[in-house]
């Protein structure tokens, strides 16, 4: 009998994946349902004994299986999309049915596990510090270090926390992982439980993403025995994106308001409910198990460039012909990414703006695209990885429009504890929205007579406008508690060093589209 | 005892052994209720021996709790920048003129659709590479 493998990720189900394996089955075949291989554009995809089909459609069912239709690309594993990639953490990504504890096992699966328990405490935090691997959240902190902070830290109970709140858009790497592989995620805490003394794990998932809650809590379950005396536990965020900020979250999972902590303290020593924590993102724990495999730290160490060693985990969105999840070894060019894998843009018409790292990340021109993927490059450039999303627009966005959103967005998601970006993300929207007005007159009461104070001239410029929002973003980078206020700067100020008409010129000669 | 109260005294005790149980309980009772009210902040202030001003605080934090049901069918879109970039702000007008009052478009930040958007969710149900005409259907639909 033939076997038809289908995905069963968010994205694949969204696309009509359920109905294709229904379909599939009315004919007879046994479906299997798998994890994706991130070929988006291609979802939902069909496997037939290692060859694909895709997208697919439920009309196009008997021309596949007869072996006739259109939609084949051959081998998958040979598609440029998939050979040019270096998997690590995605190594299973499309070949393995997501709970299935056999296939796990089978393709390498626990045995990070089994051998951490071996070398103890000490030679895992050792392994995980040679390997170079930094946090894949946004920050970049090594992974190592962290973990030895938690590891010293005198406490009774300690703490794994997952950060699974990936509310960048542009971003769905953790969301994969966690639908495509989440018995990964579970070993890696369950590693760096061993590691640092912890007993207790929590991830802390956005309630976005029911598709992973439900498969996630399913594996929990399943694993449980095997992980053993540690425990994980599924906490359901409730829709703020400051959450996915480590302190944040931190609350949010003790049940306060999601109000970001100043730090120091540093979570590493008082965590959650003040206990010594390990906060990590999804993708650095799911990289673990890898690490502490045989000969896995010196293998990771070998990729990658510079400080940035390994390989990451890149999602190439927005409009883009080919997009998807990319893992690669650090050190690739913007270009690359943009042009030779992922197509240019969908539409076809020409890149305008390129956003890396989410919505608090820069907007890059194609002039910057010969940058290479490298934590301390992005950061040279005044921009940032972050999550590793990268967002493609063509040139039919308005980039002033897109710098009124962040500023827009970072007030609606701002958590209310600082002030520059509670308050300076609402000026933000104002400036903008003058700017784009062509200045500012003075108003009925500015010209009072009784306001002696008041300058009574014509007003403000564009340019002083500008001048302003230039110094509004500089407080707010400065002065903002975390990195939501801290980084809602960069689209702004990127967006109006290389796109300036976006903001004065054809605002003024066009109404302005609204903004959202 | 009034059924709610009864109702919101199991989920407090189902929970109350948990490390830091109040989302799991808020999450709980909105799925019950369609929303967290005042009475119902008041019951679980009660039940965790907080202030209601604290339980109110966290209640009115969250995008995701209402403080009052709404039993019209929600279809939430994403307008995040990906999805924009995809052109979810040209179809955004005929969704809501399709959705008049009997359907509420809520916006999201982010399904992690971002490479096919735009995306929608009604329930459990995404939807992903919509156009006019699918948006629009979907939303009918819900």
Not at chain 1, 28 to 45: C, F, I, K, N, Y
Request: charged residues 25%; aromatic residues 6%; negative net charge.
């Amino acid at each position: 009998m033939t076997i038809v493998r289908i995905s069963d990720d968010a994205l694949a189900r969204a696309l009509g994946a359920d109905e294709l394996a229904a379909a599939f089955a009315n004919k007879g075949a046994t479906v299997e349902r798998v994890s994706s291989w991130g070929m988006h554009w291609l979802e939902p995809l069909v496997e037939i004994e290692g060859k694909g089909f895709g997208p697919a459609t439920v009309d196009e069912v008997d021309a596949i299986l007869a072996g006739s239709s259109e939609k084949a690309i051959g081998v998958i594993e040979q598609h440029p999309f998939i050979a040019r990639q270096q998997r690590l953490t995605f190594a299973r990504a499309g070949k393995t049915r997501p709970l299935s504890l056999e296939d796990y096992e089978n393709t390498g699966g626990w045995a990070g596990l089994r051998r951490a328990r071996q070398i103890g405490s000490e030679a895992i935090v050792e392994e995980v510090t040679q390997s170079g691997l930094r946090g894949r959240g946004g920050a970049g902190f090594p992974a190592g270090i962290k973990w030895r902070t938690v590891m010293n830290a005198p406490g009774e109970q300690k703490y794994i926390v997952c950060n699974a709140d990936e509310g960048d858009s542009g971003t769905f790497a953790d969301r994969m992982l966690i639908e495509g592989d989440p018995y990964a995620l579970i070993e890696g805490m369950a590693i760096a439980g061993e590691a640092v003394g912890a007993t207790r794990g929590y991830v802390y998932l956005r309630s976005e993403y029911p598709d992973a809650i439900r498969k996630l809590a399913a594996a929990i379950e399943r694993s449980a025995a095997i992980v053993a005396p540690f425990v994980v536990e599924v906490r359901v965020g409730a829709g703020a994106y400051v959450c996915g900020e480590e302190t944040s979250l931190l609350n949010s999972l003790e049940g306060k308001r999601g109000e970001v902590r100043a730090k120091p303290p540093l979570p590493a020593l008082e965590g959650f409910l003040g206990r010594p924590t390990v906060v990590n993102n999804v993708l650095t724990l799911a990289a673990v198990p890898h690490i502490l495999a045989e000969g896995g730290a010196g293998a990771y160490e070998q990729l990658g460039m510079a400080r940035s060693k390994g390989t990451m985990p890149i999602q190439l969105a927005g409009n883009i012909k080919y997009g998807g999840l990319f893992e690669t070894a650090f050190g690739i060019t913007l270009r690359e990414l943009v042009h030779e894998i992922g197509g240019g843009t969908e539409s076809g018409r020409p890149v305008k703006a390129v956003q890396v790292g989410g919505p608090l990340g820069a907007y890059l021109h194609p002039d910057e695209f010969d940058i290479a993927f490298d934590y301390e490059a992005y950061t040279a450039a005044d921009a940032l990885i972050g999550h590793g999303g990268i967002t493609v627009f063509d040139d039919t966005a308005d980039m002033g429009a897109m710098a009124r959103f962040a500023m827009e967005f970072c007030a609606a998601e701002s958590c209310g504890k600082c002030t520059p970006c509670r308050i300076g993300a609402v000026r933000g929207v104002e400036v903008i929205d003058r700017i784009r007005a062509g200045g500012r007159k003075r108003d009925v009461i500015e010209l009072a007579p009784v306001m002696h104070n008041a300058p009574k001239d014509e007003g403000r410029l564009p340019e002083q406008e500008i001048a302003l929002l230039t110094d509004l973003c500089e407080t707010m980078k400065f002065g903002s508690l975390c990195a939501l206020g801290g980084f809602t700067p960069y689209p702004v100020m990127s967006a109006l060093k290389h796109w300036p008409e976006d903001f004065t010129g054809k605002a003024v000669a066009r109404t302005p589209e609204p903004a959202e | 005892m009034s059924a709610k109260e009864q109702r919101i005294g199991e989920i407090i005790a189902e929970h109350h052994g948990r490390e830091g149980p109040l989302l799991p309980i808020l999450h709980d009772v909105q799925h019950e209720f369609g929303c967290v009210d005042a009475e119902s902040e008041a019951l679980i202030a009660k039940g965790l021996n907080l202030s209601r001003a604290d339980v109110h605080g966290v209640v009115s934090f969250y995008h995701d709790f209402r403080p009052q049901a709404d039993s019209r069918p929600v279809v939430q879109v994403c307008r995040a920048e990906a999805c924009k970039a995809r052109g979810v702000e040209r179809i955004i007008g005929a969704a809501e003129k399709a959705a008049g009052t009997r359907v509420r478009v809520s916006t999201v930040y982010c399904l992690g659709l971002c490479s096919a958007g735009p995306a929608a969710r009604v329930g459990d149900r995404l939807h992903a590479r919509l156009d006019e005409t699918s948006l629009v259907k979907v939303i009918e639909n819900a």
